[in-house]
T-cell receptor, first 111, second 112 residues
Framework: KQEVTQIPAALSVPEGENLVLNCSFT??????LQWFRQDPGKGLTSLLL?????REQTSGRLNASLDKSSGRSTLYIAASQPGDSATYLC??????????FGTGTSLTVIP | ETGVTQTPRHLVMGMTNKKSLKCEQH?????MYWYKQSAKKPLELMFV???????ENNSVPSRFSPECPNSSHLFLHLHTLQPEDSALYLC???????????FGSGTQLSVL
């Protein structure tokens, strides 16, 4: 069964810093990987989706990379802002159509 | 606003009550999902419907009963729940099963 791990569980940085969130998965036979943002008590917002054939995707200050062979993905956030404070989750889809989620990294950006 | 609407936002119920959660999407998506999110745990997939047909039931207890009358609406009927069922219940949709997920804001359920 696919297992998804996100480290660290929590991260606190000063405003303006660039930062990297990590996601690792045990089964490299994936179809795609998504990064989500979740604000407290709310649903998840899809940020980026990387297909298994892709190496990275970019949206504004966000860049997600995928290394399928090593079972890793990173989410890079440039010039962090207090509004970026949220929990970031990654989810991996296997060829069987099911998504497996990590437990997330709780990010706090300090003004 | 993701285009997926869940009601109610909050629900408190006793163990003997019967209630229903509702999810609605007008994105033209064909797949709809129920997930359970408990503190400190990964999201757990409960049910998947693709073109109104249930394609996944992730060993969910029978006190949770899904219903998908059409591709735009999804319900989760609840009866005789346990306190450990308290969680955030999230509905999601995707253009087809396995594609990008769009989530609703969730229903925060407390079982007393």
């Amino acid at each position: 069964k696919q297992e998804v791990t996100q480290i660290p569980a929590a991260l606190s940085v000063p405003e303006g810093e660039n930062l990297v969130l990590n996601c690792s998965f045990t089964d490299s036979a994936i179809y795609n990987l998504q990064w989500f943002r979740q604000d407290p008590g709310k649903g998840l917002t899809s940020l980026l989706l990387i297909q298994s054939s892709q190496r990275e995707q970019t949206s504004g200050r966000l860049n997600a990379s995928l290394d399928k062979s090593s079972g890793r993905s990173t989410l890079y956030i440039a010039a962090s802002q207090p509004g970026d404070s949220a929990t970031y989750l990654c989810a991996v889809r296997n060829t069987g159509n099911q998504f497996y989620f990590g437990t997330g990294t709780s990010l706090t950006v300090i003004p | 606003e993701t285009g997926v609407t869940q009601t109610p936002r909050h629900l408190v119920m006793g163990m003997t009550n019967k209630k229903s959660l509702k999810c609605e999407q007008h994105l033209g998506h064909n797949a709809m999902y129920w997930y359970k999110q408990s503190a400190k745990k990964p999201l757990e997939l409960m049910f998947v419907y693709n073109f109104k047909e249930q394609t996944e039931n992730n060993s969910v207890p029978s006190r949770f009963s899904p219903e998908c009358p059409n591709s735009s609406h999804l319900f989760l009927h609840l009866h005789t729940l346990q306190p450990e069922d308290s969680a955030l219940y999230l509905c999601a949709s995707s253009p087809e099963q396995g594609k990008r997920l769009f989530f609703g804001s969730g229903t925060q359920l407390s079982v007393l």
